[in-house]
């Protein structure tokens, strides 16, 4: 029997942007690249083989295919996956997601596309628990979603070519469920109101692509200052990008990375953050507008 492949490439995102808990997301010029194959040679039906994959990701692989194949409607294909992984895991990039839609993506195109990619997306944010990373891994752009009644709305705004990311990626990750834990579950109403005010004002900002106004806005009450016991360079790293001229920045997702927002000197910025958490990568990202593609 003749093997086929389907290739498919999914952005990183960073997600929160400040206030936006677990609703904005952004998407960046940062991939994991996921392959299938079929029929997967030595394996048995219902089961992958997988290479390049970390074992911690395995079971990302099976409920992935697993969710798809039941919303297909069809019965499970042998199927080998393999991964050229860029993305670090535990870093708040949104790896995960990526996982999820890269696999579902794939094998639809095995099947014969009988899904639709806004299928997908329903698919991924129900495994994930929240849709903030995998509506950008699925649209691209700049993204505010909700779970509705059980269904992801979602609203997608690009972002201009001239809006740099400078990531700060430390050497240790971070949990989710551990970092997720730190966030109370009772607020103030001032810090409501306030979180509240900035989410509202960063997607106005980013819709009209009115990106020096995003200044002040990522001032985080909800759940950046309770992780940053995790990350006790949180604030530092952000100061020194801001004063090198960046325009903002905020924790990635639950972290470890650290994002700055600039319209000029990426580089200068991504200097000053890296002197305030030594011995970390850097990158400096541009927004993804197309979400995942296939290759």
Not at 215 to 239: A, N, T, W
Request: contains cysteine.
């Amino acid at each position: 029997m003749k093997v086929r492949t389907a290739i498919v490439s999914v952005p990183a995102s960073t997600s929160n942007l400040g206030s936006g808990f677990d609703t904005l997301g952004l998407a960046v010029q940062l991939y994991n690249v996921i392959t299938a194959r079929t029929p997967a040679l030595d394996s048995k039906a219902d089961s992958a083989q997988s290479n390049g994959v970390p074992g911690p990701e395995q079971s990302l692989i099976e409920t992935a295919a697993e969710a798809f194949f039941k919303a297909a409607g069809i019965a499970p294909i042998d199927y080998e996956i393999s991964f050229a992984n860029k993305i670090p895991i535990t870093r708040g990039l949104g790896s995960s997601s990526t996982i999820r839609v890269g696999v579902m993506a794939a094998l639809n195109n095995l099947c014969g596309i009988p899904i639709t990619r806004f299928r997908i997306l329903q698919i991924a944010a129900e495994l994930e628990g929240h849709p903030d990373n995998a509506t950008p891994a699925v649209l691209g752009g700049f993204t505010v979603s909700a779970r509705i009644d059980g269904e992801v709305r979602w609203w997608r705004f690009s972002v201009s070519p001239k809006v740099r990311l400078v990531t700060l990626i430390p050497k240790f990750g971070i949990e989710t469920e551990k970092a997720r834990s730190l966030v109370p579950n009772e607020f103030s109403k001032q810090d409501a109101a306030h979180a509240l005010n900035r989410t509202a004002a960063i997607t106005a900002a980013f819709a009209k692509q009115e990106y020096a106004s995003l200044k002040g806005l990522f001032d985080d009450r909800f759940h950046q200052p309770y992780r940053e016991k995790l990350i006790p360079e949180l604030r530092s790293v952000i100061e020194a990008g801001e004063q090198a001229g960046a325009v903002g920045g905020w924790l990635s997702g639950s972290g470890s990375a650290i994002m700055c927002l600039t319209l000029k000197n990426p580089k200068a910025v991504a200097n000053a953050m890296r002197a305030a958490l030594p011995d970390s990568k850097i990158l400096i990202l541009k927004p993804e507008n197309l979400g995942y593609l296939n290759k």
